[in-house]
């Protein structure tokens, strides 16, 4: 089984950055992949990257492009989401989650979840 705790979460002024950690524990030797989500007030949770332990790859959705980074940390239970130039949109609770599926395909793959953590923008 595998557990995942996120934190890095806070208030911050739109424009400014946070990094989020995931830290990843149990049978990590299992994951396959790691991502993050998002969900806003009165929205649906959201797809927001995610990092492929068996071919490395990353992948960060559209909406956040070129603002957010997903990566790894060299002990390779670890994972990061780097967020600049946040806007008051990107406020929401941050969810990490972890799949041990191989040939996983989409965020429905995703069986371990952590607690959220909250990321606040204020204008």
């Known amino acids: 089984q595998v557990h995942v705790v996120e934190s890095g979460g806070g208030l911050v002024q739109a424009g400014e950055s946070l990094r989020l950690s995931c830290a990843a524990s149990?049978?990590?030797?299992?994951?396959?992949?790691m991502g993050w989500f998002r969900q806003a007030p009165g929205k649906e949770r959201e797809f927001v990257a995610y990092n492929d332990w068996r071919s490395g790859s990353t992948y960060v959705d559209h909406s956040v492009r070129g603002r957010f980074t997903i990566s790894r940390d060299n002990s390779k239970t670890t994972v990061y989401l780097q967020m600049n130039s946040l806007k008051t949109e990107d406020t929401a609770i941050y969810y990490c989650a972890a799949t041990t599926q191989e040939g996983w395909g989409t965020w429905a793959d995703f069986g371990s979840w952590g607690q959220g953590t909250q990321v606040t923008v204020s204008s």
């Open positions: 149990g049978r990590t030797e299992d994951i396959t992949a």
